[in-house]
């Protein structure tokens, strides 16, 4: 991945918010490896509390999930094609949810890339097994 970013600088609030948000989660022990291997990575990059990135994370599937009208789960048996393009409405989730606590918002083209990465992260990783 690039070089960790440290300049990003993120709203108090909204990192208090995502920590809460977390806290209340459960999910699979598959789900969480795949979910860990990305906080891991994000936060190798961003420096970020590792409780807010999971709630941020976690808000981001639960948006897709919603949004989609099917469980998470559902996607183990798609191909790898329609996984990667899941994933990448996920991670765009992450991102506006990021950008809307960022106390300077110009800094947002700094998150593209570390979206793409971790996309081409769950490709090499996760998506064709």
Known sequence: MSKRIDELVFKPKGI?????????VHMT??????????????????????????????????????????????LESEPPEERIRSLGKILNNVKLALIKILEDPNQKSILDDVMKELLEFYKKEYAFR
Do not use: C, T
Request: proline letters at 2%; a negative charge.
């Open 16 to 24: 208090a918010a995502a920590e809460e948000y977390f806290k209340n």
């Open 29 to 74: 022990q598959e789900q969480h490896k795949i979910f860990l291997s990305f906080i891991n990575l994000f936060l190798q990059n961003i420096p970020m509390n590792e409780m807010a990135v999971k709630g941020i994370g976690w808000r981001a599937v639960i948006d897709w999930q919603l949004e989609h009208k099917r469980d998470l789960l559902g």
